[in-house]
């Protein structure tokens, strides 16, 4: 059965992003402490306990208003960089969202696509700058080659997220050109880049939520 990313869908990934990234707040942050300002954790929790109860209060009626108010909920309440990289993400997210209530799984990739587009955008950030995008890449690639290959989107979400928790990992040995993290130079070597870490959570929870198995 081809599972459609739906409203629902969609909602529940982002109420369990909240609950991972609470949990992994201290992790993010320690990871951050390393080579940041030790405040991603902290910033993820603030960011997402806040859309948890934007969803609570206005729920969204359609995939873009949705999109919409995730993005400017994270620009509003998440300091720093990764505050307004996430935003850009969802925001972006949104614009590229032409359908009301579900995508495809093809539609799902584009729409994804084009809000890792805007954080390239906004951020410059190649692949191997120790980035969230060392995370996004390898998703969207494995995403993309999974979907061409005729996988469904659980298993192509599945796929991307071990894409993802892989380029994270591989972030470790890097030195950072981008962000606060490229101020420690050589130092920044031997710690993996707090944003590649959150994003992995973000798309695991999302192949966890399309498989049913979270939430
Ligand atoms: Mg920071």
């Known amino acids: 059965m081809a599972v459609a990313v739906t409203l629902d869908l969609l909602e529940r990934w982002i109420r369990e992003s909240a609950v991972r990234l609470d949990a992994a707040a201290d992790e993010l942050t320690a990871l951050d402490s390393a080579i ?9 929790r603030r960011g997402f306990t806040a859309i948890v109860s934007k969803l609570d209060t206005a729920p969204p009626a359609s995939l873009p208003e949705f999109f919409k108010t995730v993005g400017m909920t994270l620009v509003s309440k998440v300091g720093g ?9 969802f925001l972006d997210m949104g614009r590229a969202c032409a359908e009301p209530t579900e995508l495809t799984a093809a539609q799902w990739r584009d729409v994804l696509t084009a809000g890792v587009s805007g954080v390239v955008s906004r951020g410059h950030a190649e692949p191997g700058d120790k980035t969230m995008i060392d995370a996004f890449t390898p998703a969207l690639d494995a995403l993309g080659r ?7 989107l659980v298993a192509a979400a ?5 894409a ?6 591989d972030t470790e040995p890097l030195i950072a050109r981008k962000g606060r993290a490229s101020y420690l130079g050589e130092r920044s070597a031997g710690h993996v880049d707090p944003g590649s870490a959150s994003t992995a959570i973000l798309l695991r929870t999302f192949a966890d939520v399309a498989a049913g198995t979270a939430a």
């Open 36 to 44: 940041g300002d030790a405040d991603h954790g902290t910033n993820m």
């Open 81 to 89: 960089a990764s505050g307004s990289l996430y935003g850009t993400l």
């Open 146 to 152: 999974a979907l061409d290959g005729g996988e469904s």
């Open 158 to 162: 599945a796929a991307a997220a071990d």
């Open 164 to 169: 993802a928790e892989r380029g994270s990992a």
